[in-house]
């Protein structure tokens, strides 16, 4: 991906002139292009791994698989948070003291034993798409930080067409797990708004949720194996479907974000490449009527495999910057999408039954294209905030999830506190909210923030983030449903496990990494 940017630069998205009026009008910013340094101009803070250490790495790894030069460092400095992209405009920046890119299980652990003799921390690295501080390069007491990337774990190790069960290294990329799979017939539907960077092993360590999580579930739902390997020993997770043999530590560490150990396999249930797609887009008049009607739906079981629903603030954005929605023409209310794979049969029968439940709920049909639009662009949205940023506006996405009778509370709660914080700063907000994952107890709210900049655009961030997040743990909902804990969440951790559950998670810890090498500074309160 891009150094200081979301993505592929060639995929860049400038503003249309939809959403250049829009944010003139109702922010105050004119679009006028920001100047950022090139990644030449950056001052890299230098590399703290004395010479020995990183001969001896070398040695482990061979000396072409690691880095040391500032540029190959600076690609490794974090995520791609709003925070993370506004650290990369600045001139003087930390990185990895080392990257390094293994290539086999052996190697991870001699690396990881090395490092926890000599006190050397170590971030594991995927895809590099973290936007809750997941990836920082944190020292904590240690000396040096090296960044340990996964890429070369990019095997298809095993396929069982039987069980419909497949064995993917840690390092394979969203994309390069559906061609792999579907060369063979089969298909994980798996798709995070990452998916084009993210890989097998981030989405194991994060408890990733895709878009068509209403079909084949979150990322944790699928696993069924995992290996692990720790600074003492390696662990290989998941010998059935179930089982009664104590606690799941499929589960222990699915969610671990790196620092019990470095996911190098997972075993996932797959599913045969779906024979037959339909879509179909609602209106509801108002956003209580349209998660009454996902929450038939799900509570009902009719079985879509995405369902979603934008508020009015995300509609009214979406018609204000294309100008339609839909074969019928609406102007406002909420924008829903359905969309169902599998056999002919089942698709149409699963179909036709959504489709009742949501007529009884007040939805109008609006037909197949805005459910084909939102598909065909819906990993594109990351690339519209790069150039939010450069524009002036301040732009970023947070998420949480709740029962469905607090769901109402929740979504006024982030919103008040997001439009406050913001105003103290000097700026009004835009705080646009859709539910993508449901289940039949709850739903997840992911919101999006535009806002314009002011000051310190790192610290009015920060504040409105605090804000968000202080009503979030306040207001019953989970501090993160997706997007994982990392630096950012941390904070938090304790209101949301509470002092017992934290004192579990340091014990785990201890066991399996007793010298704190692995992503300090991430997940543990």
């Known amino acids: 991906m891009a150094w200081n940017a979301w993505g592929d630069p060639e995929a860049a998205k400038p503003l249309s002139d939809g959403i250049k009026a829009l944010l003139e009008q109702a922010l105050g910013v004119t679009a006028s292009e920001i100047p950022a340094p090139s990644i030449d101009e950056v001052e890299v803070?230098?590399?703290?791994?004395?010479?020995?250490?990183?001969?001896?790495?070398?040695?482990?790894?061979?000396?072409?698989?690691?880095?040391?030069?500032?540029?190959?460092?600076?690609?490794?400095?974090?995520?791609?948070?709003?925070?993370?992209?506004?650290?990369r405009k600045q001139t003087h920046q930390d990185a990895p003291d080392a990257v390094l890119l293994p290539g086999t299980?052996?190697?991870?652990?001699?690396?990881?034993?090395?490092?926890?003799?000599?006190?050397?921390?170590?971030?594991?690295?995927?895809?590099?798409?973290s936007v809750v501080g997941g990836l920082d390069p944190i020292r904590g007491d240690f000396a040096a930080v090296i960044a340990l990337d996964l890429r070369r774990l990019n095997a298809l190790h095993s396929l069982d067409e039987t069980s419909m069960q497949a064995e993917l290294g840690a390092g394979v990329t969203g994309p390069d797990a559906e061609r792999l799979l579907g060369e063979h017939g089969?298909?994980?539907?798996?798709?995070?708004?990452?998916?084009?960077?993210?890989?097998?092993?981030?989405?194991?360590?994060?408890r990733s949720s895709g878009q068509d999580s209403a079909g084949y579930g979150r990322f944790n739902d699928m696993i069924r194996?995992?290996?692990?390997?720790?600074?003492?020993?390696?662990?290989?997770?998941?010998?059935?479907?179930?089982?009664?043999?104590?606690?799941d530590l499929r589960e222990l560490f699915s969610g671990s974000e790196g620092v019990f150990g470095v996911i190098t396999r997972v075993r996932l249930r797959v599913h045969p490449v779906p024979e037959t797609v339909r879509y179909e887009a609602w209106s509801f008049p108002d956003f209580a009527t349209g998660a009454a009607a996902l929450r038939a739906v799900t509570q009902i079981g009719t079985g879509p495999t995405v369902v979603r629903l934008s508020d009015e603030a995300e509609t009214g954005v979406n018609l204000a910057t294309t100008g339609s929605i839909g074969e019928q023409s609406i102007t406002g209310g909420c924008l829903g999408i359905t969309l169902f794979e599998g056999s002919a049969a089942h698709t149409e029968s699963r179909h036709a039954e959504t489709r009742a439940v949501l007529q009884a709920q007040g939805g109008t049909s609006l037909g197949e294209a805005p459910a084909r639009a939102w598909e065909h662009g819906r990993f594109d949205a990351p690339y519209l905030r790069d150039s939010l940023l450069a524009a002036g506006a301040l732009c970023e996405t947070l998420e949480t999830a709740t029962t469905w009778s607090n769901l109402s509370a929740l979504k006024a709660a982030v919103t008040d506190?997001?439009?406050?914080?913001?105003?103290?700063?000097?700026?009004?907000?835009?705080?646009?909210?859709?539910?993508?994952h449901v289940y039949p107890t709850g739903a997840s709210l992911y919101f999006t923030v535009v806002a314009g900049q002011r000051g310190d655009v790192t610290r009015q961030w920060l504040a409105a983030k605090v804000a968000a997040s202080d009503a979030i743990s306040r207001t019953g909902g989970t501090i993160t449903h997706h997007h994982a804990v990392?630096?950012?969440?941390?904070?938090?951790?304790?209101?949301?496990?509470?002092?017992?559950?934290?004192?579990?998670?340091?014990?785990?810890?201890?066991?399996?990494?007793?010298?704190?090498?692995?992503?300090?500074?991430?997940?543990i309160p």
């Open 45 to 87: 803070r230098p590399s703290a791994l004395p010479d020995a250490h990183r001969d001896a790495l070398a040695e482990f790894v061979g000396a072409e698989h690691v880095r040391t030069d500032d540029r190959g460092r600076l690609l490794y400095a974090g995520g791609k948070s709003t925070l993370d992209l506004l650290r």
């Open 105 to 129: 299980e052996d190697e991870i652990a001699t690396v990881l034993r090395y490092c926890s003799t000599h006190g050397i921390a170590v971030v594991p690295f995927g895809g590099g798409t």
């Open 417 to 436: 506190a997001l439009t406050s914080s913001l105003a103290e700063s000097g700026t009004p907000a835009l705080v646009m909210c859709h539910i993508s």
């Open 186 to 206: 089969f298909s994980l539907g798996h798709f995070p708004q990452s998916f084009r960077f993210a890989t097998i092993g981030g989405y194991a360590a994060t």
């Open 225 to 247: 194996g995992l290996t692990v390997v720790t600074p003492v020993g390696v662990l290989d997770l998941g010998r059935a479907p179930e089982t009664a043999a104590g606690p």
């Open 486 to 523: 990392g630096a950012d969440h941390r904070p938090w951790m304790g209101a949301e496990i509470g002092e017992l559950g934290a004192k579990v998670l340091r014990a785990v810890k201890q066991a399996v990494d007793p010298a704190g090498i692995l992503n300090p500074g991430k997940l």
